[in-house]
């Protein structure tokens, strides 16, 4: 846990967010703003950290900020507070990492045409090519947009050092 309290503290922001945190489990409800994705990503990577999962890093954060921001640019926000909540959820399984952002809007997420070179509308491709595997699932009033990264030998980093210094 010491890791977690090295993290540069982030300035206030009129950012609101819920987070749980247990061994493996990192699970964040937020308001979806353009000032959330970079403080979202900062504890994405202290997570991955802490879990030994350095090699993961760059890919996970990557797909957690392509879906928060299809959540900010592509979904209705809720009548009652013009906001749009998310849930992102993410969890290290044996063998592999789960990354999965959660949102009540019920339009599913669609590939774009646009070029290799465009500078939008290409985050489901960046996801579908740094995943292993990933999809949508629908629920009534929402869908889940999930990633899956394999855990490989290079993705991890001894951290029994680390626990024993803790």
């Known amino acids: 846990m010491a890791n977690l309290l090295e993290v540069a503290l982030v300035p206030a922001t009129g950012v609101r967010a819920t987070t ?3 061994p493996g489990n990192l699970e964040i409800d937020l308001d979806v703003t353009p000032e959330a994705v970079p403080i979202i990503r900062t504890v994405v990577r202290a997570h991955l950290k802490l879990w030994g999962l350095p ?14 921001t ?3 640019k592509h979904t209705r926000p809720v009548a009652s507070t013009g906001t749009r909540n998310a849930r992102l959820t993410i969890t290290r399984l044996t063998g592999v990492l789960s990354v999965c952002v959660r949102d009540f ?26 995943a292993d595997d990933c999809g949508c699932s629908e629920f009534t009033g929402g869908k889940d947009v999930w990633a899956n990264f394999l855990i490989r030998s290079q993705e991890t980093s001894d951290n029994a050092q680390t ?4």
């Open 20 to 22: 749980r945190s247990k």
């Open 70 to 72: 299809n959540v900010q």
């Open 163 to 166: 626990r024993r210094e803790s």
């Open 105 to 130: 809007d019920p339009a599913l997420p669609k590939l774009s045409n646009e070029a290799a070179d465009a500078e939008h509308g290409r985050g489901l491709h960046l996801v579908t090519a740094f």
């Open 55 to 68: 090699g993961l890093i760059g890919n996970a954060t990557l797909t957690v900020t392509e879906l928060l």
